[in-house]
């Protein structure tokens, strides 16, 4: 999942890095187990008017981290206008009624602080990195944008331009983010999903003041929000403050949270793209999976597949140890890079993916009968109980190194708990990771590895000769989808 920020730059999510990392992962490194959570201490709590906050104290710094995430992403947005949830993310730093446009950035930047903001399929979140003294007026003025934007055609229209020049820079200019795109668009069939989180640019050209101020209204109050603290605060001290500055905000009628649903799928697709700007080809095979909440019926997540398809990811994908890179780059040499993704942290469907570059002047076609052969062999024998205990044991040592990370927390549990997860789920993790068996994983690969819901994406150069001679000596990272991150579900800043 790339990420756009508001500055035009990458900012932080999907992504299977900086804090998107984390997000994308939804707890892959960072959600402790139950013993864990007494380390991170996490707290929650309601005001009245429906906001949750959440608390997770680090006193190891006089730093805190805020991010308040809002339940609402470009699949909800209105038939035609997808993109406009980024659109608004973008004018959430306009003028409000007590700041003047650009002036929220300004005020943190004054006293060394950090902000940017992220959109994906599922949420937009706002977040501030601060010396723990300027936590009131961090949290001031992010309540005062909740309800109190003063949007414009003056304001509207220039951003409108922003983020036109956004979608040219990053997508229409970058081939993987073109194929990308078009991947999206082919395995999924119906669901919302398959739109790109900035928007097509013959909508984004149309989106209107109206378009904004209307979806505004609709989604951003307190009781569609979850506020999550970090650092060196106590839950009292959070609460006084939250009540001070958020608590007299009213509360709205919001629209249930309905989307299309995707049929059965019953045939692979396949999307080329060839272009003169690639350099570096490779192939991504991308699978519907279940997410955490949702399983590949649509109904309710079960059997914890989604904890069993986490470990498989590591096994098959994850570093140089890993069943793809030994097997491409190791043994056969026809590969520069293999690697395979799963984001289970959608609220509605996830996606599991495998990717592979050949070498310079290699052939894409072994490359990506040796990713189908892998899968094959996963189908009929399984793994083993000596790669599942070494596969569990990488995600603690993960999950204790991300003990000392102030946003990964924050980060992790904001997106848990607009996805439809809560604390609890969030902390047994660890658990629920424990308890998965080779028969488990064995089972939820044989549910998602079917090539009727899949697509197969190949990025191609039109002078392969020339890219062979220029190609880089390592490949690109795996491909992110330009309406993601992150994660899986895209995200853009």
């Not at 106590?234 to 009213?250: D, H």
């Not at 069993?308 to 590591?314: D, F, G």
């Not at 946003?407 to 607009?418: E, Q």
Request: with cysteine.
């Amino acid at each position: 999942m790339k990420v756009y920020s508001k500055h035009g730059r990458p900012g932080l999510l999907r992504m299977p890095a900086i804090l998107i990392a984390g997000i994308m992962l939804l707890g892959v490194i960072l959600a402790p187990s139950t013993g864990e959570a007494q380390i991170f201490d996490a707290e929650t709590f309601t005001l009245k008017n429906g906001l949750q906050v959440v608390v997770v104290p680090n006193h190891r710094a006089p730093v805190v981290f805020q991010m308040i995430a809002y339940r609402v992403g470009a699949a909800d947005g209105p038939p035609g206008k997808n993109g406009i949830a980024h659109f608004l993310e973008h004018l959430m730093f306009k003028a409000t009624d007590k700041l003047k446009a650009g002036q929220f950035t300004q005020e943190i930047d004054r006293r060394g602080g950090t902000d940017n903001a992220f959109t994906n399929q599922d949420m937009t979140a706002f977040h501030q990195e601060i010396a723990k003294e300027h936590l009131p007026l961090v949290m001031s003025m992010e309540a005062n944008r909740m309800t109190r934007l003063r949007l414009t055609d003056a304001v509207v229209m220039p951003e409108r331009d922003v983020i036109l020049e956004e979608r040219r820079e990053r997508i229409d200019n970058e081939p993987g983010a073109q194929l990308m795109e078009m991947m999206d668009a082919a395995l999924f069939l119906n669901h919302p999903y398959r739109l790109p989180v900035i928007g097509w640019r013959h909508e984004m050209e149309q989106y209107s003041t109206a378009d904004a101020v209307a979806f505004y209204h609709r989604y951003y109050a307190p009781n569609n929000a979850v506020l999550v603290i970090g650092g060196d605060v106590t839950v009292p001290e959070v609460r006084r403050l939250a009540e001070k500055y958020f608590g007299s905000i009213p509360r709205r009628d919001l629209p249930p949270r309905q989307r299309l649903q995707e049929p059965q799928q019953r045939a692979p697709r396949q999307v080329e793209l060839t272009s003169d700007l690639v350099r570096q080809p490779y192939v991504v095979k991308t699978y519907l999976a279940p997410s955490y909440r949702l399983g590949l019926d649509n109904q309710q997540a079960q059997d914890d597949d989604a904890y069993a398809l986490l470990l498989l990811s590591e096994i098959l994908g994850d570093g140089t140890g890993s069943r793809l890179y030994r097997r491409l780059v190791i043994t056969d040499k026809s590969a520069t890079s293999a690697d395979c993704s799963y984001d289970p942290g959608a609220y509605d469907l996830g996606t599991f993916s495998f990717y592979g570059s050949p070498v310079p002047g290699g052939d894409l076609g072994k490359v990506e009968a040796a990713i189908n052969d892998e899968i094959a062999l996963v189908l009929k024998d399984g793994i083993t109980e000596e790669e599942l205990t070494l596969a569990k044991k990488r995600l603690r040592i993960a999950t204790v190194k991300a003990r000392d990370s102030l946003s990964g927390p924050v980060g992790m549990i904001a997106a848990a708990l607009v996805n439809g997860r809560n604390l609890a789920d969030v902390q047994a993790w660890a658990d629920r990771i424990d308890a998965v068996t080779v028969v488990d994983i064995q089972r939820a690969a044989r549910r998602v590895f079917d090539d009727r819901r899949s697509v197969t994406g190949r990025l191609l150069a039109a002078n392969p000769a020339a890219a062979a001679r220029l190609a880089p000596e390592a490949a690109p990272p795996l491909p992110q989808s330009p309406e993601t991150g992150a994660m899986p579900s895209g995200t853009v800043n």
